[in-house]
């Protein structure tokens, strides 16, 4: 796959070191926060209750080796050197594997796909070298339960991701607060780090609509500091108390570990595991910046300083056996106040990288239909890509306060947080496995070793946080079914939606039959309708004419719609074209969107969508001008089409009365059966000589379309009126108990309590007519 720099910063290779240091600097704060933070908790989970510091000091010798080796093995040679490359046009996570997949081998479950998406220039695929059709493709595609079962795991890694969103703060500033219990006697402690902690979560949660833009320059100096600070106290107890510590990365002691220790050895693997939260966010924060840079900034800061951070606490700890086990034992007790603050405001900028990675993978869940509506407000307009969801926001507020009061310790937080975190990387793991096959056409047994090897490393630790199900583990499960219920009947009840709308559509033959015969009027404005449907009438408008017999003298078919890919040009977002001859002013129009791309503001889609119609009326008509002049073999083809099945991309380069300036556009002709979809790239040149002819022919077409654009203008000047469907479901007779429950229930339910389509598109209700439609699914 290309490495590409993410959509904030650039695309090109050629960025000097210069702009690559910069870069791999500012993902410190952004991307390494959590990461950075982890030594504060480590030590104090794994030997929470499982296992007990000895005067041998194996225990504390086969710990740090454990942990070296996991810092090794998957932020270092997972993340950074395989994971990391498997990007979608530069961005990473979760759903960008899931669209790498997509499109690569058909395992979509998304609606309303067209093969005009293929053409996309960000739907970029690498072609399979010839005679290698792999098995596991066709496996994939042949049935249908793999299609679901993939669309499972996606979206329990997205579940998981939601719930270490809501662990990681609580985890992270309840253990930076608890190092008051060292400067305070535990009469005082206990009733301040609880109030302290909730306090700082309520500040974190509540500033979150300001966004990170306005405090994100000092987010990456704090995580420097402190990744500074941590080496720099790690190397000071390395040579002050066993300068001999290095010895104890070799594997040989963990192996002396287990075997001392058997079962409580290996249940405390799941405090162990807690060294490599926030190596996720390597991957998923990839569209912010780029490989290199993560890289750079990993390799040769992040890693060297949390490898010492841990061998100096090690070193520490074989010299004190009998202490109770705290980071902030060991930080000399002249600085330990400074040290704390600086733990707290780390652990603050970590909670920030975490919560908005919530916001941002709920936000493309929403966009791919597997989350119900919720509000999403852009707080940046630079910077793409930073989101904030009231509703989440402070949902996750109240469970984070809830856990840190519920649990009251780092003990339960880091069962409930290492359960999450290990789950996350195993579906990574899997989802990686299939792009190596998939996407980079590597033979099978190479995405095999890379399956066993990591996911043999993650089950060990996934399997050692399943054992404390009782002791806080119970959290993320319960939360995770909780959420992938919802997100699977949303995603199930939108899909059985638009298969009714389908199958109900009407054909263009009514549409063209209504008329003053039949007692139905058109009104001056333009009447958008919007619609999941990219072929043919929506059963929502037949049944507004039936009620309301007149309808707009300007109708437009809206379809937005979302594509697998994490963004959409502006110049190949609007596919225009024609339902039903010129005369009768109807039309489509399909806004394709990535999972990533910032949807309008409805005034300014408003006037984009007017500007797109205008030039492709402009485009159609210099076309059927052109068709009526040339004489070529390709003319024959094009005037046999339906107009209703053609549609053209419209790009930004405009269309102006005398000359044709749009270069080139595409013509995309749909047709109801996906293999009859055909695309052509055509260009035109019109000369001057030519658009003055004073041929009758010519006169008459220029008429015709100047003519059409003021209707489109003084549609635009009387109003436009968007309608849409208010639907209501209920499950067909005969249906399982199950299926009523969710459907008339629980989908009603969230439907009824979460954001409407006139909310998510910002309708303004004075301009709003929506149509009542039953589904009986």
């Not at 793409?384 to 310790?409: K, S």
């Not at 017999?549 to 977002?573: Q, W």
């Not at 044709?660 to 009859?676: F, K, M, T």
Request: glycine share 6%.
């Amino acid at each position: 796959m290309d490495l590409e720099f993410g959509n904030c910063w650039g695309n090109s290779r050629k960025d000097s070191w210069k702009t690559i240091l910069l870069l791999a600097y500012q993902s410190l704060g952004v991307v390494y926060g959590d990461l950075s933070i982890s030594p504060l908790y480590v030590y104090t989970s794994t030997f929470a209750e499982d296992i007990e510091h000895s005067e041998t000091n194996e225990e504390i010798f086969g710990t740090l080796s454990f942990v070296f080796w996991t810092l090794t093995l998957v932020p270092l040679f997972k993340y950074v050197f395989v994971v990391l490359r498997a990007d979608d046009n530069g961005e990473g996570g979760t759903f960008a594997l899931y669209s790498l997949i997509c499109r690569h081998a058909k395992v979509s479950l998304l609606p309303n796909r067209q093969h005009s998406d293929e053409a996309l220039s960000t739907y970029k695929m690498e072609e399979p070298p010839a005679k290698m059709n792999s098995m596991v493709k066709l496996l994939l595609e042949k049935y249908k339960a793999l299609h679901t079962a993939l669309l499972i795991v996606v979206l329990l890694g997205t579940c998981m991701v939601i719930g270490d969103g809501l662990l990681t703060p609580a985890i992270s500033v309840f253990s930076a607060v608890s190092g008051l219990e060292v400067s305070m006697s535990k009469k005082h402690h206990q009733y301040a780090v609880i109030p302290i902690t909730c306090f700082i979560l309520v500040c974190l949660f509540a500033l979150q609509h300001y966004g990170t833009h306005r405090v994100g320059f000092l987010f990456a100096p704090i995580v420097l500091a402190w990744l500074l600070c941590i080496s720099t106290f790690g190397l000071y107890n390395i040579f002050k108390w066993n300068p001999h510590i290095y010895k104890a990365l070799s594997p040989y002691y963990m192996f002396k570990f287990l075997k001392k220790t058997r079962i409580s050895g290996w249940m405390s693997l799941g405090g162990i595991l807690l060294c490599i939260t926030g190596s996720e966010a390597m991957f998923a924060d990839l569209g912010h910046f780029s490989y290199m840079a993560i890289q750079i900034a990993f390799t040769f800061l992040v890693y060297p300083a949390l490898i010492l951070a841990y061998m100096g606490q090690a070193a520490y700890l074989s010299n004190h056996h009998h202490l109770q086990i705290s980071f902030y034992a060991s930080v000399p007790e002249s600085v330990r106040w400074p040290v704390i603050i600086l733990a707290i405001l780390a652990s603050v900028v970590g909670s920030q990288a975490i919560i908005s990675g919530t916001f941002s993978i709920i936000n493309q869940s929403q966009s791919l239909g597997c989350f119900p509506r919720v509000k999403v407000v852009h707080t940046s307009d630079k910077i793409h890509g930073q989101v904030y969801i009231p509703e989440i926001n402070w949902i996750l507020m109240i469970l984070c306060i809830a856990v840190t009061i519920g649990f009251r310790d780092t003990k339960h937080m880091g069962n409930a947080s290492g359960l999450a975190v290990m789950t996350v990387m195993l579906v990574t793991t899997c989802l990686t496995s299939l792009v190596i096959i998939l996407c980079w056409h590597k033979p099978p047994i190479i995405a095999l070793c890379f399956l066993l090897f990591f996911g043999s490393i993650e089950l060990l630790y996934f399997s050692a946080s399943l054992m404390k199900f009782c002791e806080g583990a119970w959290f993320p499960i319960l939360l995770a079914l909780f959420l992938m219920i919802i997100m699977f009947l949303w995603h199930y009840a939108s899909i059985k939606k638009y298969e009714y709308d389908l199958h109900n559509k009407v054909s263009l033959d009514w549409l063209l039959a209504l008329g003053p015969s039949l007692g139905i009027a058109r009104v001056p404005g333009i009447g958008l309708v919007f619609t999941d449907l990219t072929t043919g009438i929506p059963a929502n408008f037949s049944r507004f004419v039936t009620n309301l017999p007149a309808y707009h003298r300007i109708l437009v078919f809206v379809c937005v719609k979302s594509v697998p890919v994490p963004h959409v040009p502006v110049a190949e977002r609007y596919l225009v074209g024609r339902v039903g001859p010129p005369e009768h002013r109807s039309y489509r129009c399909i806004v394709r969107y990535g999972y990533r791309d910032v949807h309008q503001d409805i005034d300014s889609f408003e006037s984009e969508l007017v500007e797109k119609l205008s030039d492709f009326i402009q485009y159609d008509w210099y076309r059927a001008r052109a068709s009526n002049v040339s004489n070529n073999e390709d003319d024959g083809s094009c005037s046999n089409e339906s107009s209703g099945h053609r549609l053209t991309v419209i790009g930004t380069m405009g269309l102006c009365e005398d000359s044709l300036q749009l270069a080139s556009v595409s013509d995309v002709v749909e047709i109801d059966a996906p293999l009859g979809t055909r695309e052509r790239r055509v260009r035109f040149a019109i000369d001057g000589d030519n658009e003055h002819d004073n041929d009758t022919e010519s006169v008459t077409v220029h008429h015709q379309m100047q003519q059409e654009l003021e209707d489109l203008y003084a549609g635009q000047e009387s109003g436009i009126a968007f309608i849409l469907g208010h639907s209501h479901v209920r499950a067909k007779p005969g249906s399982s108990v199950f299926k009523k429950l969710a459907l008339n229930y629980g989908y009603n339910f969230l439907r009824r309590n979460c954001r409407g389509p006139d909310v998510a598109l910002k309708v303004p209700p004075v301009s709003l007519l929506e149509v009542g439609m039953v589904y009986v699914l």
